[in-house]
């Protein structure tokens, strides 16, 4: 069929089935003569698309009632805006944690707009290898934000810290859908799609109603939850296909024993690749510390940089593909989210041995 084993870190490898059920209902969507994405996003048909994801959203994630599932358009950037916006006017006060791009992202956003903010805890001073651990968060925050799992350091918080007069707000794109959510605390979740849940474009927020009441007044329409959620993310035309896609990925994972089934295809996937990694680690330098290590993306380096270079280029041969990691750690980097097989990691820890052998 042609198809490689993809490692980016997103857009990144979908379940081949979800893909091929797509293609197979494409051009004539249950008989109505139209695509998906041709028509009407109030009509029956897209209505029960709709409506089937967040019935499985809710039912796989285990998402309590307090919740509303928001499909917003945007990537989970604007995520990074929107939650000062609608958790905590100017002058009131929120606490980040820094692991690395993403949080800084977030921090950057929220400062804009002249929250009051302190970085509760950071791996900065270790080139992000870790999650900082404890993370005593202070009394008089309006929200906590954190990053669940680092995409280009390839580090993931086990447990969140709990707070204990404020919300937890988490980024959950790299992920999300990967092994079962601890709700407890949480204010606001969110994901942009494209690793473990669809195409990109789009974010899940899954909100708590109780929060509304907290948005600023001179919030727009578009940029307050509320609208999406008292309104089904039928206020304006949502990104049809990504929920169609959404909707199929959720069956998939549902078929696939849920997120507890899901979670240990993960670890027994990466395990493969950290084996490897372990048992020789002159020649393969992981970037994460074991504690805080990623099952989505594996960080790692050869032990120089014309290793690198050769590994990218001969894996490349032997059909993997999207092993460069990201310029702040360099080296490689493998993203193995839900839809890597067991068979792509085992093609790769592979591969690392013979690599070490014939380079060793
Ligand atoms: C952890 C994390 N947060 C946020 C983003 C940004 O997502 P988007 O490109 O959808 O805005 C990414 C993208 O890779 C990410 O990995």
């Not at 707000?169 to 790299?174: A, L, Q, V």
Request: hydrophobic share 35%; charged share 25%; aromatic share 10%.
């Amino acid at each position: 069929m042609g198809r490689i084993y993809n490692f980016s870190a997103g857009p990144a490898t979908l379940p081949v089935e979800v893909l091929e059920k797509a293609r197979d209902e494409f051009l004539d969507f249950q008989g109505s003569g139209m695509s998906i994405i041709e028509m009407s996003h109030r009509g029956k048909i897209f209505d029960a698309v709709h409506e089937k994801s967040f019935e499985l959203m809710r039912k796989i994630a285990n998402i309590p009632d307090r919740f509303d599932i928001n499909y917003m358009g945007g990537g989970a950037s604007t995520q990074f805006a929107l939650i000062p916006m609608n958790l905590s006017g100017k002058g009131r006060k929120a606490g980040y944690i820094n692991t690395g791009s993403w949080s800084k992202k977030a921090i950057e956003q929220a400062k804009i707009q002249g929250i009051d903010l302190q970085e509760i805890a950071s791996s900065k001073d270790s080139n992000f290898n870790h999650i900082p651990d404890p993370i005593n968060v202070p009394s008089g925050l309006d929200y906590v934000h954190a990053t669940s799992n680092n995409t280009i350091f390839g580090t993931q918080f086990k447990s969140f810290p709990k707070p204990a007069d404020s919300v937890l707000t988490i980024d959950m794109s790299s992920d999300f859908l990967s092994k079962p959510i601890d709700w407890d605390s949480v204010g606001i979740a969110y994901a942009g799609l494209q690793k473990n849940a669809g195409p990109s474009g789009m974010a899940v927020a899954i909100v708590d109603r109780e929060l509304y009441k907290r948005e600023k007044e001179d919030t727009p329409t578009m940029f307050r939850y509320s609208t999406y959620g008292e309104n089904k993310s039928l206020y304006n035309t949502p990104p049809t296909f990504q929920i169609y896609m959404l909707g199929l990925i959720l069956e998939w994972i549902d078929s696939k024993g849920g997120l507890q089934g899901i979670a240990k295809h993960n670890e027994s996937k990466a395990a493969l690749i950290y084996d490897v990694i372990d048992a020789n680690p002159e020649f393969y330098i992981g970037h994460s510390q074991k504690d805080s290590r990623s099952l989505m993306n594996i960080t790692f380096n050869c032990k120089s940089d014309e290793l690198n270079a050769k590994f990218l280029e001969e894996s490349k041969k032997q059909g993997m593909d999207g092993l460069k990691g990201h310029r702040s750690v360099g080296g490689l980097r493998a993203s193995i989210y839900n839809a890597m097989s067991q068979e792509g990691c085992k093609a790769l820890a592979d591969f690392m041995k013979d690599f070490l052998q014939r380079n060793g």
